[in-house]
């Protein structure tokens, strides 16, 4: 069975280590007889930080026949996809990792295991304001249109919970001093800073900037960028709140230790980050396409086999929540039911904060007036 796959590792933000967990989990499904009988055939179409290289991958597998799903890794130009992918186009399934911004969680057609920016977003505001207390909260963002994106969503949450937010502070992805940011964002008053970048190569400049201003204990709000084996031995990410979708951090849990397994046995180094989500990721792809090679009677399944599938199946995710089901509620269709928990970094060690929040996505329906 084709397995197409579309990532973003070419331009200046790039994810290589995402098409590296997608094929380690199809070899370690594969090694376990296939989906539903069948061998997975990985053909895998890298993309730029350009639109336009999207749109040659969705065009190039929505041309061929071959393909009847299509799994969307990590792209930030993912609206470049839709409208050849999508029910518009060759209406072929999307089952999707990460989703970045609004517009992923109102595609039909488009399934993910991903809480996606919403519901991230709004534990890790819900968490500051409700549990710490925050109410001043510096911004430092990452100064692109997926940045711009997510800057509005906070500013919508934050005004719907009574917090407020100082000037935020575009930075480049790339850029190694963050004194300057910091402090053109009013860290010296605020109770929390958000981090809203996604390059872990900001995580240690960071937390440097925080200790040279003497704000090292101020709280920061952020994804899960920092959680890699060496921001836990440094100590970077000491007393951060991090909100992820999975259990992939915690050292304990015998489904993250069951990952890092299925890595070593590839001869890879321990999962971090995206890695861990789309082991989630993969196995909510696994699981749709066994529902549908069923509906197949065990033959190869068609696009609407697929979407069928899709929209049937509820079930656990491997290191993610207990329940998820597709598709969302009213127009969040994306959002399919999953769920955001917090995590932090104590003594050296991960600790979850919170346990699973499942949000009801319709809470987000004002953003569609706007």
């Given at each position: 069975?084709?397995f197409?796959?579309i990532?973003?590792q070419?331009?200046?933000i790039?994810f290589?280590?995402v ?5 380690i989990m199809?070899?370690h ?7 539903g009988g069948?061998?997975l ?6 993309t730029?930080?350009?639109?336009e290289s999207?749109?040659a ?12 799903f299509?799994?969307?890794?990590a792209v930030?130009n993912s609206g470049a996809l ?6 518009e186009?060759?209406?072929k399934p999307i089952?999707?990792?990460t989703l970045w911004d609004?517009?992923?969680?109102l595609?039909p057609g ?5 809480p996606?920016?919403?519901?991230l ?11 710490d ?10 100064d692109?249109?997926?940045?711009a994106?997510?800057l ?5 949450f934050?005004a719907?919970?009574?917090g407020?937010?100082?000037t935020?502070?575009?930075?480049a ?12 964002a ?5 109770d929390?800073?958000a981090?809203l970048?996604t390059d872990?190569?900001?995580?240690q ?5 925080l200790?040279?201003?003497g ?8 994804g899960e ?7 836990r031995?440094?100590?970077?990410s ?7 979708g ?16 299925i890595?070593?046995?590839?001869g890879?180094?321990?999962p971090?980050g995206?890695?861990f989500?789309?082991?989630k990721?993969m196995?909510?792809a696994?699981?749709?396409?066994e ?6 009677d ?8 697929i979407?069928?599938a899709?929209?049937?199946w ?5 290191i993610?929540p207990?329940?998820?089901s597709c598709p969302?509620?009213?127009?969040w269709v ?6 955001a928990?917090?995590?932090t970094?104590?003594d050296?060690?991960?600790v979850?904060?919170t346990g699973?929040?499942l949000?009801d996505?319709t809470?987000?329906?004002p953003l569609?007036a706007?």
């Amino acid at each position: 069975m084709k397995f197409a796959v579309i990532n973003q590792q070419d331009g200046v933000i790039a994810f290589p280590e995402v098409s590296e967990a997608v094929q380690i989990m199809a070899d370690h499904f594969n090694s376990q007889g296939g989906i539903g009988g069948h061998l997975l055939e990985i053909e895998l179409c890298t993309t730029g930080d350009d639109p336009e290289s999207a749109q040659a991958c969705a065009q190039r597998f929505a041309n061929d026949d071959s393909v009847q799903f299509v799994y969307m890794a990590a792209v930030f130009n993912s609206g470049a996809l839709y409208p050849i992918l999508g029910p518009e186009g060759a209406n072929k399934p999307i089952l999707a990792g990460t989703l970045w911004d609004v517009p992923d969680a109102l595609q039909p057609g488009l399934y993910s295991s991903d809480p996606g920016l919403l519901p991230l977003a709004y534990e890790a505001l819900r968490y500051a304001v409700e549990e710490d207390g925050v109410t001043n909260l510096a911004v430092v963002v990452d100064d692109t249109d997926v940045g711009a994106g997510t800057l509005a969503v906070v500013d919508f949450f934050l005004a719907g919970f009574g917090g407020a937010i100082s000037t935020p502070v575009p930075i480049a992805p790339g850029q190694a001093d963050f004194l300057a940011p910091l402090t053109a964002a009013g860290i010296d008053s605020a109770d929390g800073l958000a981090l809203l970048i996604t390059d872990p190569a900001g995580c240690q400049p960071t937390r440097d900037a925080l200790e040279a201003l003497g704000r090292g204990d101020l709280p920061v709000y952020l994804g899960e960028w920092c959680v890699s084996e060496e921001f836990r031995e440094a100590g970077t990410s000491e007393g951060w709140r991090i909100v992820m979708g999975h259990r992939g951090a915690e050292d304990g849990d015998p489904e993250a230790q069951q990952l890092r397994q299925i890595y070593a046995d590839a001869g890879a180094g321990s999962p971090v980050g995206l890695a861990f989500s789309h082991a989630k990721h993969m196995d909510f792809a696994r699981q749709i396409l066994e529902l549908a090679i069923n509906k197949a009677d065990g033959g190869l399944p068609s696009s609407e086999d697929i979407h069928a599938a899709a929209t049937e199946w509820s079930g656990s995710l491997f290191i993610g929540p207990d329940t998820v089901s597709c598709p969302g509620a009213g127009a969040w269709v994306s959002n399919c039911n999953t769920a955001a928990r917090m995590i932090t970094l104590q003594d050296g060690e991960w600790v979850a904060l919170t346990g699973y929040n499942l949000i009801d996505v319709t809470l987000f329906d004002p953003l569609l007036a706007g």
